[in-house]
């Protein structure tokens, strides 16, 4: 007596969360269902097959050239599910090597995630030390020019990331001059001690004036009021940077003539307090 071995295939659903992509895992997930039916057909074909067997036992002489046929359908359908496993068994390891490089490549956005962590913590770190050290500044500034400050001739603003310093013209300079007299040398000194003992931030200097055309007198030296701002801009920085020894790299230089006003200029008090010297201090990066 023969003895049919119909093996069915194993089904497998491998679902790759989060690494494969939708279609991708739809096709897969339709492609089990149909898998699943086949074996489901198969199963059914075996039952009847077991059924005929058990018949053909009791029978073997009279239906000899029937059981040999049915032996040669066997073969073939065995063959097609050992085709269908070989298929399988690619896909299977198809998935498995796409789950591995993904998984390898997740790790790797892992590390470097964790890398940029903690490079921003170092960057935040460095901007609270830098900000903290502008507020310090501010102090220093308040606390070493109280008296200029209660005549009105100084004025410090601390906004979000930098500090203002307004020096009113007639401290740095005489009338319609752009050198630097000896009492606004005084007041850069002490600006140029507490920027001396900072670390980690640059200064600009700005130049500015009202809006009342140069004077016949001066137009030969200063044609319009922005030549008389950037002057008196450049030489409180060279005055700066030469006699007190501020880095040159951390300071910038800038002429705005009338077009940045802080208070009306058709009042003489407004005129009065747009014609000033600004030194900002900021982080170096702002």
């Known amino acids: 007596?023969?003895?049919?071995?119909?093996?069915?295939?194993?089904?497998?659903?491998?679902?790759?969360?989060?690494?494969?992509?939708?279609?991708?895992?739809?096709?897969?997930?339709?492609?089990?269902?149909?898998?699943?039916?086949?074996?489901?057909?198969?199963?059914?074909?075996?039952?009847?097959l077991t059924a005929e067997r058990d018949s053909l036992l009791a029978l073997v002489g009279k239906w000899e050239m029937e059981h040999a046929a049915l032996l040669s359908a066997n073969q073939t359908l065995?063959?097609?599910?050992?085709?269908?496993?070989t298929e399988k068994d690619a896909l299977i390891l198809q998935l498995t090597n796409d789950r591995q490089n993904l998984e390898e490549r997740l790790a790797a956005l892992e590390a470097e995630y964790a890398t940029l962590r903690?490079?921003?913590e170092r960057v935040k770190e460095e901007d609270d030390r830098r900000l903290a050290e502008l507020q310090d500044t501010y102090e220093d500034l308040l606390m070493g020019f109280q008296e200029e400050i209660a005549l009105g001739q100084i004025a410090i603003d601390s906004l979000a990331r930098k500090l203002q310093v307004h020096i009113m013209d007639q401290v740095l300079f005489l009338s319609g001059e752009a050198v630097v007299r000896k009492t606004?040398?005084?007041?850069?000194?002490?600006?140029?001690?507490?920027?001396?003992?900072?670390?980690?931030?640059?200064?600009i200097v700005e130049g500015h004036t009202d809006n009342v055309p140069i004077g016949e007198k001066?137009?030969?030296?200063?044609?319009?009021n922005w030549e008389l701002s950037t002057t008196r801009a450049t030489n409180v920085a060279r005055y700066l940077i030469e006699q007190r020894g501020v880095d040159p790299i951390l300071v910038s230089v800038g002429g705005y003539g009338e077009y940045k006003p802080i208070a009306d200029?058709?009042?003489?008090?407004?005129?009065?307090?747009?014609?000033?010297?600004?030194i900002i201090l900021m982080p170096i990066g702002d």
């Open 118 to 120: 903690m490079q921003i």
């Open 218 to 224: 001066l137009r030969d030296r200063y044609p319009t």
């Open 184 to 203: 606004g040398q005084k007041i850069l000194d002490r600006v140029a001690e507490v920027f001396n003992n900072t670390r980690g931030q640059r200064m």
């Open 1 to 48: 007596m023969h003895r049919m071995k119909i093996y069915l295939p194993g089904l497998c659903l491998i679902l790759l969360a989060g690494c494969v992509s939708t279609g991708r895992f739809q096709a897969k997930s339709d492609q089990a269902k149909r898998f699943k039916a086949e074996a489901a057909a198969l199963q059914a074909q075996l039952t009847t």
């Open 78 to 85: 065995q063959s097609a599910m050992e085709a269908d496993k």
């Open 265 to 278: 200029n058709t009042t003489p008090e407004g005129r009065k307090r747009n014609r000033r010297i600004e």
